[in-house]
T-cell receptor, first 113, second 119 residues
Framework: EPEVTQTPSHQVTQMGQEVILRCVPI?????FYWYRQILGQKVEFLVS????????KSEIFDDQFSVERPDGSNFTLKIRSTKLEDSAMYFC???????????FGPGTRLTVT | GENVEQHPSTLSVQEGDSAVIKCTYS??????FPWYKQELGKGPQLIID?????GEKKDQRIAVTLNKTAKHFSLHITETQPEDSAVYFC??????????????????FGTGTRLQVTL
């Protein structure tokens, strides 16, 4: 069964450093998302991406964040200058059509020290 | 924007008993309501969903009900088993099927329910 994959599973970085979180969505999916989950809290929407552009973003997704689909398979989230409060699980999700369900990857745990 | 409330935050049941988790939503435009199960260290896994044109959906031991008037929906798990132990999240989404864009399709999640099934 196809699944969303994410790398790395755990990333530790120092405050102020740039990180890139990588995702490989399911191959025939067209809509891509990033969510984050601070430890013990609910999953929060960050950004959606369709047709090679951002279609929606939350207030969390400020200028420090960017997304890219550099080729036909990868979908990346970049945090330019990490802050302590960026520590969280980051989940990538994808779906095939506008009406279909979203499938989540296993997440990347980002720890900012 | 949409706000989803979920109760209870923790739920402990004995194996074989039923478990019910309830959610309310605020945006009357929401028309799609999935439920996700999250096991420790893993991403959310879709277990069942319901669209606003139906009031109930069942899949083996899992069922979901939706009351659009009251803006609430519930997850029912019958004959619970230890492997049902996990955190369950409800979510809501407004979907405009007439417009094929990526907008208005984000999921708004509830705060989660930690279900513990004891032997």
């Amino acid at each position: 069964e196809p699944e969303v994959t994410q790398t790395p599973s755990h990333q530790v970085t120092q405050m102020g450093q740039e990180v890139i979180l990588r995702c490989v969505p399911i191959s025939n999916h067209l809509y891509f998302y990033w969510y984050r989950q601070i430890l013990g809290q609910k999953v929060e929407f960050l950004v959606s991406f369709y047709n090679n552009e951002i279609s929606e973003k939350s207030e969390i997704f400020d200028d420090q964040f960017s997304v890219e689909r550099p080729d036909g398979s990868n979908f990346t989230l970049k945090i330019r200058s990490t802050k302590l409060e960026d520590s969280a699980m980051y989940f990538c999700a994808s779906k095939r059509t506008q009406a279909s369900e979203q499938y989540f990857g296993p997440g990347t745990r980002l720890t900012v020290t | 924007g949409e706000n989803v409330e979920q109760h209870p935050s923790t739920l402990s049941v004995q194996e074989g008993d039923s478990a019910v988790i309830k959610c309310t939503y605020s945006d009357s435009a929401s028309n799609y309501f999935p439920w996700y199960k999250q096991e420790l260290g893993k991403g959310p896994q879709l277990i069942i969903d319901i669209r606003s044109n139906v009031g109930e959906k069942k899949d083996q031991r899992i069922a979901v009900t939706l009351n659009k008037t009251a803006k609430h929906f519930s997850l029912h798990i019958t004959e619970t088993q230890p492997e049902d132990s996990a955190v369950y999240f409800c979510a809501a989404r407004a979907l405009d099927l007439l417009i094929n864009t990526g907008t208005a399709s984000k999921l708004t999640f509830g705060t989660g329910t930690r279900l513990q099934v004891t032997l």
